[in-house]
Structure formats: structure tokens, C-alpha cells
């Protein structure tokens, strides 16, 4: 079953601008992931937040995490043309990953 | 990093026919793998647990006849998909977990379209 819901379903953005997507989850994880796939192909890991932490950097990403309010936000910035792809979010339930609707983000050069 | 290589990108195959997946994990033992399943501009919905050495778990809903999972060694794990019928198109996506319990490694194959005719 699909546990995240993502918002905007999706984003298109103009090079350089920031980028900003949603996460909202219904139980409790052990952490919450971000994925980027690109039309057509598999799944590559961009990005994990534990439970108990509540910001996390890796170069033009930034991870918020408020699990009292179950949701995460993923911020691009200074976005690029390579950065289009869809974003997916999925959190860690222990026994398997559950991801969310995703957000499909156009950067316009 | 480690790699997860899936086989075949693309299948193009008649109704009634079965084909077979394989994910391996190259450079590492895979003890678990899933299988996904993904719909056009939809997310990745899970279909089965295969841990190596003993039965698949699978997502309810997912006839387990239709989907038949082996994994055999800690390097491979095989999707068949029996008797494929149109609604069978879909993008399958196996990932392999390094660990034995962490979900934090997950490593994901590239992804078979397969297309049903």
C-alpha cells in the first residue's frame, strides 16, 4: 500500500530557481528517503533522513523532517535541466520501503 | 556503489507467452530483494519480499501464481510472470538490500518495460 503523499504532483521551474516538494506519511518509520528516477529507468537514492533528525544537507539538497507532523520536504537548489526527473519519497517501515505518488519537476533552460 | 543489474530493459512478448526477469546484485550479497510494480506517471507499488533461501512474501492482492519469484543464490532473483495477458504491461523494478535488517541500503536495477501485446 502507498504510504506517502506527495505534493505538487507536479513542478516546472526555470533553471536556477529552487525546487520544493512534499512529503506526507501516516505511521511511524525508522527513516524517510528520497529517490530521483528518470523517465524509463530505475530508481537512484538521493537522500536519507532518520527519524530522529531534523535536517539534512548533501550539496543542492536540503531534507526537512517533522514527525510530529509526519512530513518531509525536499529542496533543490539552483536548479539545473539535469535536475528534471520525478522525486519520489519513501519511508522505511522496517520490513520494506513504501513510496509515495512522486513529484514529476521540469527545469526549463 | 554497489550495483543491482536487471535483465531485460525491454520485453515486447504475446499473450499467453511467460517471461522472466532477473535482478542480480554484482557486487554484493543481496539476502533480501523486492519486486515493484509501476503504472505510467504512478508511483512504485511493491509486490513481494523475496528473501534468499525460502519463499517470496507477497503484497496482498498480488496472485503469487501469476508472479512467481525465485531467489535461489544471494546474487539473483527471477521474476516470471506466467501466462501474460495486456494488463500485465507495467514497468517492473527489483531493488536488493545489502543488510539483513536495514532498509538503508537499498539498490535499485534499472527496470524492465514489459509490453504485452
Known amino acids: 500500500s502507498q504510504q506517502g503523499e506527495e505534493d505538487p504532483q507536479a513542478l516546472s521551474i526555470q533553471e536556477g530557481e529552487n525546487a520544493t516538494m512534499n512529503c506526507s506519511y501516516k505511521?511511524?518509520?525508522?527513516?524517510l528517503q528520497w529517490y530521483r528516477q528518470n523517465s524509463g529507468r530505475g530508481l537512484v537514492h538521493l537522500i536519507l533522513?532518520?527519524?530522529?533528525?531534523r535536517e539534512k544537507h548533501s550539496g543542492r539538497l536540503r531534507v526537512t523532517l517533522d514527525t510530529s507532523k509526519k512530513s518531509s520536504s525536499l529542496l533543490i537548489t539552483a536548479s539545473r535541466a539535469a535536475d528534471t526527473a520525478s522525486y519520489f519519497c519513501?519511508?522505511?517501515?522496517?520490513?520494506?520501503?513504501?513510496f509515495g505518488a512522486g513529484t514529476t519537476v521540469t527545469v526549463r533552460a | 556503489g554497489a550495483v543491482v543489474s536487471q535483465h531485460p530493459s525491454r520485453v515486447i512478448c504475446k499473450s499467453g507467452t511467460s517471461v522472466k526477469i532477473e535482478c542480480r546484485s554484482l557486487?554484493?550479497?543481496?539476502?533480501?530483494m523486492f519486486w515493484y510494480r509501476q503504472f505510467p506517471k504512478q508511483s512504485l507499488m511493491l509486490m513481494a519480499t523475496?528473501?534468499?533461501?525460502?519463499?517470496?512474501?507477497?503484497e496482498q492482492g498480488v496472485e503469487k501464481d501469476k508472479f512467481l519469484i525465485n531467489h535461489a543464490s544471494l546474487t539473483l532473483s527471477t521474476l516470471t510472470v506466467t501466462s501474460a495477458h495486456p494488463e500485465d504491461s507495467s514497468f517492473y523494478i527489483c531493488?536488493?538490500?545489502?543488510?539483513?535488517?536495514?532498509?538503508?541500503?537499498?539498490?535499485f536495477g534499472s527496470g524492465t518495460q514489459l509490453s504485452v501485446l
Open positions: 519513501a519511508t522505511d517501515e522496517l520490513v520494506k520501503l513504501s
Open positions: 531493488s536488493a538490500r545489502a543488510g539483513r535488517e536495514s532498509n538503508e541500503k537499498l539498490f
Open positions: 523475496s528473501n534468499e533461501g525460502s519463499k517470496a512474501t507477497y
Open positions: 557486487d554484493f550479497q543481496a539476502t533480501t
Open positions: 533522513i532518520r527519524s530522529n533528525e
Open positions: 505511521t511511524s518509520i525508522n527513516n
